[in-house]
């Protein structure tokens, strides 16, 4: 099946650093990856649309200066979480919309600490 | 505006019985659904989906759902549930017709008991 990948799977950092969070399909290529943003025992939160070689699509209320999103290539999202704060912290899933199929298959999540 | 609703946060069954999570959905248009599992520390698993073809899916691991319009309702079942089954279950809709965008319902953890 499809496989997506994230790195790191954890992370912690100091308050006021950024971090970059990659997301991989490693056997499809994915024009359309999507971000998301879980907290502990919630659902899913939608957060952005990347899009291969356009910007990225934010949900309503959610920073695009902060959140940056990145998808350089048919195989690879970044999201950088900028100046985080102890209140980023959380889980991130990012998952890759498979056309064959019409499928989103999910990574595994990150898991951000901010101190 | 689209939303789907699991009615039961938590669902305890004894291992070789059945399995009934319930999900309902609100729309005026026909909806794409889904089933994903989340094991901890994994990564969300596709189980079914439904996209206007059969109404009864089947998926993997033995699970099935039944696309019900007039009930709008999109039930997982199983007939007998494995230790190996516990997780947290999310109920998924997308309104585009395609998995472009998914609103996730608020997720049902299933507990196996001996």
């Known amino acids: 099946g499809a496989v997506v990948s994230q790195h790191p799977s954890w992370v912690i950092c100091k308050s006021g650093t950024s971090v970059k969070i990659e997301c991989r399909s490693l056997d499809f290529q994915a024009t359309t990856m999507f971000w998301y943003r879980q907290f502990p025992k919630q659902s899913l939160m939608l957060m952005a649309t990347?899009?291969?070689?356009?910007?990225?699509?934010?949900e309503q209320g959610v920073e695009k200066d902060k959140f940056l999103i990145n998808h350089a290539s048919l195989t690879l999202s970044t999201l950088t979480v900028t100046s985080a704060h102890p209140e980023d912290s959380s889980f991130y899933i990012c998952?890759?919309?498979?056309?064959?199929?019409?499928?989103?298959?999910f990574g595994p999540g990150t898991r951000l600490t901010v101190l | 505006a689209q939303s789907v609703t699991q009615l039961d946060s938590h669902v305890s069954v004894s291992e070789g019985t059945p399995v009934l999570l319930r999900c309902n959905y609100s729309s005026s248009y026909s909806p794409s659904l889904f089933w994903y599992v989340q094991h901890p520390n994994k990564g969300l698993q596709l189980l079914l989906k439904?996209?206007?073809?059969?109404?009864l899916v089947k998926g993997i691991n033995g699970f099935e759902a039944e696309f019900k319009k007039s009930e709008t309702s999109f039930h997982l079942t199983k007939p007998s549930a494995h230790m190996s089954d516990a997780a947290e279950y999310f109920c998924?809709?997308?309104?585009?017709?395609?998995?472009?965008?998914?609103?996730f319902g608020t997720g049902t953890r299933l507990q196996v008991t001996l």
């Open positions: 998924v809709v997308s309104y585009t017709g395609t998995a472009s965008k998914l609103t």
């Open positions: 439904y996209t206007s073809a059969a109404t």
């Open positions: 990347s899009n291969e070689g356009s910007k990225a699509t934010y």
């Open positions: 998952s890759a919309r498979e056309w064959v199929t019409d499928t989103q298959y």
